[in-house]
């Protein structure tokens, strides 16, 4: 390190990267975009199994040496596109329930937003929660923002169960696996039947809160917790 760089870091001011860098960083982060799209495009046609690096490039009209430079491989792709679509449901549940009164109702709310992220981007939430690639599963980084989701919804649980809205067992890792049976089974069952319908006029989808509820009912407080 340059002694200049240092005293810009004693100072509390990081040194100036060259412009050249930065342009070259944004134009790298643009293409790795345009790729993770042009993919997601190719999945809502061919499937989520049919991705293919070839179509990609050829799509991008690009050779595929060039989309080797960023994807080595197509595993290499659907990590990222793991990582990118895990770490947009736990933003999207983050949000929601920052925005609602914490515990219950917070997590009303961010479960919610996760469900309606899922029908917007349905290809990339088939990756998440099915297993539709033969073979593929997300590596540990592409992977650590679904543990920090589950473990936001234990938060909520905990928080709920603290203001005598549920029994604390519902944050035990049985309630935490009985609440996504139930979320995942509103989800499947919408996608699997009426993929094109909105949150609000899905014949499952609209039946979430009723779903949670009914997972509130199997934790109620037990006598002298109230």
Same mark, same amino acid.
């Given at each position: 390190?340059?002694?200049?760089? !240092? +005293?810009? &870091?004693?100072? *509390? $001011?990081?040194?100036?990267?060259? #412009?050249? @860098?930065?342009?070259? /960083?944004?134009?790298?982060?643009?293409?790795?975009?345009?790729?993770?799209?042009?993919?997601?495009?190719?999945?809502?046609?061919?499937?989520?199994?049919?991705?293919?690096?070839?179509?990609?490039?050829?799509?991008?009209?690009?050779?595929?040496?060039?989309?080797?430079?960023?994807?080595?491989?197509?595993?290499?792709?659907?990590?990222?596109?793991?990582?990118?679509?895990?770490?947009?449901?736990?933003?999207?549940?983050?949000?929601?329930?920052?925005?609602?009164?914490?515990?219950?109702?917070?997590?009303?709310?961010?479960? !919610? +937003?996760? &469900?309606?992220? *899922? $029908?917007?981007?349905?290809?990339? #939430?088939? @990756?998440?929660?099915? /297993?539709?690639?033969?073979?593929?599963?997300?590596?540990?980084?592409?992977?650590?923002?679904?543990?920090?989701?589950?473990?936001?919804?234990?938060?909520?649980?905990?928080?709920?169960?603290?203001?005598?809205?549920?029994?604390?067992?519902?944050?035990?890792?049985?309630?935490?696996?009985?609440?996504?049976?139930?979320?995942?089974?509103?989800?499947?069952?919408?996608?699997?039947?009426?993929?094109?319908?909105?949150?609000?006029?899905?014949?499952?989808?609209?039946?979430?809160?009723?779903?949670?509820?009914?997972?509130?009912?199997?934790?109620?407080?037990?006598? *002298?917790?109230?």
């Amino acid at each position: 390190m340059m002694k200049d760089d !240092e +005293a810009a &870091i004693t100072a *509390g $001011l990081a040194p100036a990267r060259p #412009a050249g @860098l930065d342009r070259r /960083r944004r134009r790298r982060e643009e293409t790795i975009n345009e790729i993770l799209g042009t993919a997601v495009q190719v999945m809502t046609e061919e499937g989520v199994a049919g991705l293919s690096l070839s179509e990609v490039a050829r799509r991008m009209g690009i050779q595929p040496p060039s989309l080797y430079k960023y994807f080595p491989s197509k595993v290499a792709l659907y990590d990222a596109l793991f990582l990118r679509g895990a770490q947009e449901t736990l933003d999207a549940f983050s949000a929601a329930a920052a925005e609602a009164e914490p515990g219950w109702n917070a997590l009303v709310a961010g479960t !919610e +937003a996760v &469900i309606r992220l *899922g $029908l917007d981007h349905q290809v990339v #939430a088939e @990756l998440l929660n099915w /297993r539709p690639v033969p073979g593929f599963e997300p590596s540990p980084q592409a992977f650590a923002p679904s543990v920090e989701f589950v473990h936001k919804i234990a938060q909520q649980l905990e928080i709920a169960a603290a203001r005598g809205e549920l029994d604390p067992a519902a944050a035990s890792e049985e309630g935490l696996a009985l609440l996504s049976v139930l979320i995942a089974g509103v989800f499947s069952q919408q996608l699997a039947n009426e993929p094109h319908a909105t949150f609000q006029q899905g014949r499952y989808t609209r039946l979430t809160s009723r779903v949670l509820e009914l997972f509130r009912s199997a934790y109620p407080l037990k006598e *002298g917790e109230q």
